[in-house]
């Protein structure tokens, strides 16, 4: 018998629910101190507890794992805790998806590459300063969540608010051509919740979100007169998801992105998409999808729609969740002998 495993965070009750409702076993790898909200939610079959997502590298947990029949589903919890080479080559039980994607996501260069792979309209990337010529988003190295990014309105804004930045000592001075600088556009960020099924083969749109980012949404509360007095810093810090549904003449372009990027990350790192991922995109006024970042994994706005949301019931005659669309790949994997089509 073979159980569905995941990190307790993000999107773990999620997982465990959706695994549930397809009859499967389910264990928590808990974080300590977060036993107390998994417990009200009696979703885990089997608890092991964690002191941190690395302790997955330990040789008695993934033992632990082995012996449960766990097919481990990551999620951003394992991406954002790094050692992503050690989790690839060290990690011995099966794991949900493509495993060697998630380096990609993490390193910015890599993900950059395989967006352009893809073929996808992305935001123009400048190489130095020097280049920019209109309004950028800055990345520090490192920065994480939309922490340590800063707007740009152009070229000398730019370089005032790198000196401002080197002198706060949150960035050295050599570190300087590592910045990532994007072309800021500005639009409705969307995150539509992709699932590529290898069984099915096909490509399913379960769902989308925008994210709620403090302080950059507060800032619209207050007057105009006031931002400004102010001398606000916009930051990008994720605090919830918000749904959204899309114009239907948005659907195309935002099927065919995912389709590009499919193929891409079959090109350039295979065996490819399995499963949950998503594109997060900027829409510009002309109706422009702009994509700037992906995720290979379950994405957190899914939370949204554990009862379903209006695409996946356009899809399926039941409230389908992306955990339990996961849930339901592994059972139709298993049911066919192929379970090796759906984990790496
Ligand atoms: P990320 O950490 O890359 O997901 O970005 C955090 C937030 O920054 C996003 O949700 C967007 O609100 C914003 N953002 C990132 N890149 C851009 C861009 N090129 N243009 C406009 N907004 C962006």
Redesign the pocket.
């Known amino acids: 018998m073979v159980c569905v495993a995941t990190i307790g965070s993000h999107s773990a009750l999620q997982i465990l629910k959706g695994a549930k409702m397809e009859g499967l076993k389910t264990l928590l790898l808990c974080l300590k101190g977060r036993e107390g909200i998994y417990a009200r939610y009696g979703l885990a079959d089997e608890i092991v507890k964690i002191d941190s997502p690395e302790d997955l590298l330990r040789g008695d947990v993934q033992e632990r794992l082995l012996e449960s029949g766990a097919i481990l589903v990551p999620h951003g919890t394992l991406i954002s805790g790094g050692r992503l080479e050690e989790f690839e080559r060290g990690f011995r039980p099966p794991v949900f998806g493509n495993r060697y994607i998630f380096r990609w996501e993490f390193d910015r260069v890599l993900k950059d590459h395989l967006l352009r792979e893809a073929g996808i309209r992305i935001?123009k990337k400048f190489e130095c300063p020097e280049d920019v010529d209109r309004p950028v988003?800055v990345k520090l190295p490192g920065a994480?969540?939309?922490r340590g990014?800063f707007v740009a309105r152009d070229g000398k804004d730019l370089d005032r608010k790198l000196n401002e930045v080197v002198k706060r000592g949150l960035l050295k001075r050599e570190e300087i051509d590592r910045i990532f600088i994007?072309?800021?556009?500005l639009g409705v960020?969307l995150y539509p919740h992709y699932f590529y099924s290898p069984m099915l083969e096909r490509l399913e749109l379960l769902g989308c979100d925008r994210?709620y980012?403090s302080n950059?949404d507060g800032i619209g509360r207050i007057c105009a007169k006031d931002q400004l007095e102010l001398d606000l810093i916009p930051t990008?810090r994720v605090i919830g998801n918000i749904p959204i549904v899309l114009r239907e003449s948005l659907l195309t372009e935002v099927f065919d992105a995912g389709e590009r990027f499919i193929a891409a990350a079959r090109r350039l790192v295979p065996p490819g998409m399995i499963g949950p991922f998503c594109l997060?995109m900027?829409c510009d006024e002309e109706g422009r999808l702009y994509t700037?970042?992906f995720s290979g994994r379950i994405v957190a706005g899914t939370n949204l729609f554990i009862e379903g949301s209006p695409y996946s019931s356009l899809l399926f005659d039941e409230p389908m969740s992306m955990g339990r669309r996961i849930a339901r790949e592994i059972k139709l994997a298993l049911g066919e002998g192929k379970i090796e089509r759906v984990t790496t």
Do not use: L
């Open positions: 935001p988003m994480e969540g939309g990014y994007q072309e800021y556009i960020t994210r980012e950059v990008f997060e900027v700037f970042e």
